[in-house]
């Protein structure tokens, strides 16, 4: 019976999905075209009522009217001025193998749903293992949502391997319960991870960080000391290898050293830093990520992959005892025994796509070298924009570039530190209004006035210093026009 509806897979798909892809490409192509820029201009309100006007029509031109309105209103991370978040522009055949993923639809949870993904995944989870420094043989891993979902494992298999498992916290005194120790700078997946796993939000000790936002080893010292002395239990230490603001890699040799001490584990937040693996100039920054317990990377970021493309990794496999689980239905014990493997017990996911196989097909592709090219790029990019932002007078560099980011604010003529945060919010939601850059906001840590800082996140490598000079001076004009808007008479 046809209902005018193919599918994806089997001897018919591809030629079922060609059209589709034609008609996909053409309407992206499009979208693109009339967008003209890194994102639509018009604000909220415009894209609502763009949105929910297409939405009225149905027809079989969808694909093609909703996939124009799509890239039309879109944020464009191949756009040069698109320079905000850690939000990468994909490499083109990563897409192209991630389509292939989506098309045969794999599932991770058991062999039979996904038998070469399963043994693709495993021998990729082995290389990436390696280029940690851990021994491949003894670690295990999993492909996640990113860094939030990996923060989380990491800390449940803290909590598990220290305390013994889920601790019941009422009538334990606060000062004695279990504490996770993070820089002021660390991302807030930590707390939400904390709360998620019953320790609580207040169980996370932040620890202060120096100019660069990197974790202060001493003070680390000093609130572990602290915490032993008021019988809390050091639970783990989260160091972060690029902060999300400043890409600050925490020191990660002091950190694995108090972690022993205190028998606490070591958890290596790599989200954003991990990129710089691939580096042969950057690598050097990670020395010690390998005495981590634990390791989170996201190759959606420093890795141009489509969203997801997370990486968990314990160095120890038999620390991953806690997440197994046995499903009848999944993964039998004689299965397994019968040499059928099953990658349900490694992940807090059960339904899960083949996101290694774009990661893989990207590896053979370009190598680590082609890789490690790629990151040099951005980090030479965000080393001449901070040599831009030093030389025009109305803006202030916060610190010099550690990976790809840069982190400075505009100098108005005048007013005090709350007025020059609040022109720093205002000209920045005056570019994403106008559609002309899509520039990133972020609060130094501390309190009081003059902590908003505006950055640019640059990881488009084939943008140029010419390219983000423009963004600048856009930045520039629109705090000009602001002051001057807000100026008496």
Same mark, same amino acid.
């Given at each position: 019976?046809?209902?005018?509806?193919?599918?994806?897979?089997?001897?018919?798909?591809?030629?079922?999905?060609?059209?589709?892809?034609?008609?996909?490409?053409?309407?992206?192509?499009?979208?693109?075209?009339?967008?003209?820029?890194?994102?639509?201009?018009?604000?909220?309100?415009?894209?609502?009522?763009?949105?929910?006007?297409?939405?009225?029509?149905?027809?079989?031109?969808?694909?093609?009217?909703?996939?124009?309105?799509?890239?039309?209103?879109?944020?464009?991370?191949?756009?040069?001025?698109?320079?905000?978040?850690?939000?990468?522009?994909?490499?083109?055949?990563?897409?192209?193998?991630?389509?292939?993923?989506?098309?045969?639809?794999?599932?991770?949870?058991?062999?039979?749903?996904?038998?070469?993904?399963?043994?693709?995944?495993?021998?990729?989870?082995?290389?990436?293992?390696?280029?940690?420094?851990?021994?491949?043989?003894?670690?295990?891993?999993?492909?996640?949502?990113?860094?939030?979902?990996?923060?989380?494992?990491?800390?449940?298999?803290?909590?598990?391997?220290?305390?013994?498992?889920?601790?019941?916290?009422?009538?334990?005194?606060?000062?004695?319960?279990?504490?996770?120790?993070?820089?002021?700078?660390?991302?807030?997946?930590?707390?939400?991870?904390?709360?998620?796993?019953?320790?609580?939000?207040?169980?996370?000790?932040?620890?202060?960080?120096?100019?660069?936002?990197?974790?202060?080893?001493?003070?680390?010292?000093?609130?572990?000391?602290?915490?032993?002395?008021?019988?809390?239990?050091?639970?783990?230490?989260?160091?972060?290898?690029?902060?999300?603001?400043?890409?600050?890699?925490?020191?990660?040799?002091?950190?694995?050293?108090?972690?022993?001490?205190?028998?606490?584990?070591?958890?290596?937040?790599?989200?954003?830093?991990?990129?710089?693996?691939?580096?042969?100039?950057?690598?050097?920054?990670?020395?010690?990520?390998?005495?981590?317990?634990?390791?989170?990377?996201?190759?959606?970021?420093?890795?141009?992959?489509?969203?997801?493309?997370?990486?968990?990794?314990?160095?120890?496999?038999?620390?991953?005892?806690?997440?197994?689980?046995?499903?009848?239905?999944?993964?039998?014990?004689?299965?397994?025994?019968?040499?059928?493997?099953?990658?349900?017990?490694?992940?807090?996911?059960?339904?899960?796509?083949?996101?290694?196989?774009?990661?893989?097909?990207?590896?053979?592709?370009?190598?680590?070298?082609?890789?490690?090219?790629?990151?040099?790029?951005?980090? !030479?990019? #965000?080393?001449?924009?901070? +040599?831009? *932002?030093? &030389?025009?007078?109305? @803006? $202030?560099?916060?610190? /010099? =570039?550690?990976?790809?980011?840069?982190?400075?604010?505009?100098?108005?003529?005048?007013?005090?530190?709350?007025?020059?945060?609040?022109?720093?919010?205002?000209?920045?939601?005056?570019?994403?209004?106008?559609?002309?850059?899509?520039?990133?906001?972020?609060?130094?840590?501390?309190?009081?006035?003059?902590?908003?800082?505006?950055?640019?996140?640059?990881?488009?490598?084939?943008?140029?210093?010419? !390219?983000? #000079?423009?963004?600048?001076? +856009?930045? *520039?004009? &629109?705090?000009?026009? @602001? $002051?001057?808007?807000? /100026? =008496?008479?």
């Amino acid at each position: 019976m046809s209902t005018g509806a193919p599918l994806s897979g089997g001897a018919a798909g591809p030629q079922a999905l060609r059209p589709l892809l034609e008609t996909v490409l053409d309407a992206l192509a499009a979208g693109a075209a009339r967008r003209g820029g890194p994102l639509p201009a018009g604000g909220p309100g415009q894209s609502a009522g763009q949105v929910a006007d297409a939405l009225r029509h149905e027809g079989a031109d969808s694909l093609r009217r909703l996939t124009e309105l799509l890239a039309h209103g879109s944020a464009d991370p191949a756009d040069p001025a698109c320079a905000a978040h850690l939000h990468c522009p994909p490499l083109a055949v990563a897409v192209a193998a991630d389509l292939a993923v989506s098309a045969l639809n794999p599932s991770q949870d058991s062999w039979d749903q996904a038998p070469a993904a399963t043994a693709l995944e495993t021998a990729l989870l082995a290389e990436l293992a390696a280029l940690v420094g851990f021994h491949p043989e003894e670690s295990a891993g999993v492909l996640t949502s990113g860094g939030t979902e990996s923060n989380l494992m990491g800390l449940m298999l803290a909590r598990d391997q220290v305390l013994g498992g889920i601790v019941e916290l009422d009538g334990v005194p606060a000062g004695a319960r279990p504490r996770i120790f993070a820089s002021q700078a660390a991302h807030f997946s930590v707390q939400r991870a904390a709360a998620l796993l019953g320790l609580g939000e207040r169980a996370v000790v932040p620890v202060r960080v120096d100019h660069e936002l990197r974790m202060d080893p001493d003070a680390l010292a000093q609130a572990m000391a602290e915490a032993a002395w008021q019988g809390a239990t050091p639970l783990a230490v989260v160091a972060t290898a690029g902060t999300t603001d400043t890409g600050a890699v925490d020191p990660l040799h002091p950190a694995a050293d108090l972690a022993a001490r205190y028998g606490a584990w070591l958890h290596v937040d790599g989200a954003y830093g991990g990129g710089a693996l691939l580096s042969d100039r950057l690598a050097p920054l990670l020395d010690g990520i390998a005495r981590a317990d634990s390791v989170s990377l996201d190759w959606h970021k420093l890795g141009w992959q489509p969203a997801a493309a997370g990486v968990f990794l314990a160095r120890r496999a038999e620390t991953y005892a806690s997440l197994l689980r046995r499903a009848a239905y999944l993964n039998p014990a004689d299965d397994e025994e019968a040499g059928y493997p099953s990658l349900l017990g490694l992940s807090l996911r059960t339904t899960r796509r083949a996101d290694a196989f774009k990661l893989a097909v990207t590896l053979r592709t370009l190598g680590r070298p082609g890789l490690g090219r790629l990151v040099d790029a951005c980090h !030479d990019l #965000a080393r001449a924009t901070a +040599e831009a *932002v030093l &030389a025009e007078p109305a @803006l $202030e560099l916060h610190c /010099a =570039p550690i990976l790809t980011t840069v982190v400075f604010r505009y100098r108005p003529a005048g007013g005090g530190p709350a007025a020059a945060d609040r022109l720093n919010a205002q000209l920045r939601r005056a570019l994403l209004h106008e559609g002309r850059a899509v520039v990133g906001r972020t609060e130094l840590p501390g309190s009081g006035p003059g902590r908003v800082r505006l950055k640019l996140t640059l990881l488009n490598p084939y943008a140029t210093p010419a !390219d983000t #000079a423009a963004v600048l001076r +856009e930045v *520039v004009r &629109a705090g000009r026009e @602001l $002051e001057r808007t807000a /100026a =008496p008479g």
